[in-house]
């Protein structure tokens, strides 16, 4: 018999190489298992490494399963693929790496980093996503030593790259933020909507917005005199303001701060309004929608809130202890969120003369 060459070197037999550890000892893996019947199950589970029965939920089912996981998306997005597991929707707002007080994370990347760790994540996400599913990527502009970089132009050839379809670029204009001397003020930020087949889930009616004007008529040709607008409301089209009507077909999405219904102690979460939109457009009742940076569970809670199974991975225990809250008050028709119909607050008009004198 041949002699391993540690054996013929009289050397101790080399313990099996250790495999690289996927799932840090205190990752959890929460589950909720509610829908339908009013009943609601939740088990905390520590996993280590994830089981493989993980996802393996596809099944349609009255109660079926969704998790939120705490821990890296890198590392769930391994599993998922491994068990091929596939999202309807995968909506998510990575950190812009504008420098903000995550304590699990640095959010001060050199730009050509951040860039290859999201190629590496959303390459991971196109993996697993639906025949016809979308990808949404909501972001904003990276400032570097006062540089404007809008991150939807840096990250749009990586898209490109996986093959991906860009649907629309949704501008969200919202009133609120810093106010800068040295430039305008920013206030708006993108939302990236990608396919990955032409043949895709685009249900406009449950998001249609009210006409300007419900009751006009055809003039003239055979449709004269009937009433000429849907009933059931307009295109919200690619451009979603709080404005004060400077732009025409504005929706009110005011972003989450001090003293908006939704405000926790997140430094930039989106509002539950917004990702709605998205999820009853491009999901059905019982899809799955994904987010991988899940923050205090905005994504998850909307999709709970329509009855879409939800996914997400969030790094840090408390925005992952309030996604876990939010998601069952969600869940459970309780939680607290800005109504997007409720009207902006409009302030006092200046007269000229004042501003004169
Ligand atoms: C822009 S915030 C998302 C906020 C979220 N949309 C909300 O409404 O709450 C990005 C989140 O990603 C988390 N994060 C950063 N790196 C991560 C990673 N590798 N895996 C999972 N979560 C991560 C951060 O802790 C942060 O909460």
């Known amino acids: 018999m041949r002699k391993s060459s540690a054996a013929a070197k009289n050397l101790p037999p080399r313990s099996p190489r250790k495999k690289r ?43 079926p399963q969704s998790f939120i996981y705490r821990g890296s998306c890198e590392n769930f997005l391994w599993h998922a693929k491994r068990q091929q597991q596939k999202f309807d929707l ?12 995550y304590t699990n994370y640095s959010d001060d990347r050199d730009l050509d980093e951040y860039l290859e760790w999201q190629e590496g994540i959303i390459t991971d996400c196109v993996e697993c996503l639906e025949e016809k599913g979308s990808l949404c990527w909501q972001v904003g502009n990276y400032i570097s030593n006062g540089l404007v970089v809008p991150l939807d132009i840096e990250l749009h050839p990586i898209f490109k790259r996986a093959s991906l379809k860009l649907r629309n670029r949704i501008v969200w204009h919202f009133g609120h933020g810093l106010h800068c001397n040295r430039r305008f003020s920013g206030r708006y930020e993108v939302v990236l909507w990608y396919t990955k087949a032409d043949d895709y889930k685009f249900n406009l009616d449950p998001v249609r917005i009210p006409s ?10 055979p449709k004269k005199g009937q009433v000429s607008s849907n009933p059931l ?33 997140h430094p930039c979460q989106f509002p539950v309004g917004l990702v709605t939109r998205f999820v009853r457009a491009l999901t059905d009742q019982n899809d799955a929608v994904f987010d991988p940076f899940l923050g205090v569970g905005t994504t998850a809670a909307a999709a709970a809130m329509w009855k879409r199974r939800f996914f997400g991975c969030e790094l840090n225990k408390e925005y992952f202890n309030h996604a876990r809250t939010r998601i069952e008050l969600a869940a459970n028709g309780l939680l607290q969120f800005r109504d997007p119909d409720k009207p902006i607050y409009q302030p006092p008009q200046i007269s000229s003369e004042a501003i004169a004198s």
């Open 90 to 101: 995968i909506f998510t707002s990575p950190p812009y790496n504008l420098g903000k007080p």
């Open 212 to 221: 300007k004007y419900p009751k006009k008529k055809h003039f003239k040709g």
């Open 21 to 63: 550890a996927l799932v840090k000892e205190d990752e959890q893996l929460y589950l909720v298992n509610k829908f339908g019947n009013g009943r609601t199950d939740q088990v905390l589970l520590p996993y280590n490494p994830l089981p493989k029965t993980f996802f393996s939920s596809r099944i349609p089912s009255p109660f």
């Open 233 to 265: 409301g307009k295109n919200p089209t690619d451009v979603w303001s709080n404005d004060d009507g400077a732009i025409e077909d504005v929706w009110d999405i005011p972003n989450v701060k001090h003293n908006h219904a939704e405000k926790t102690d």
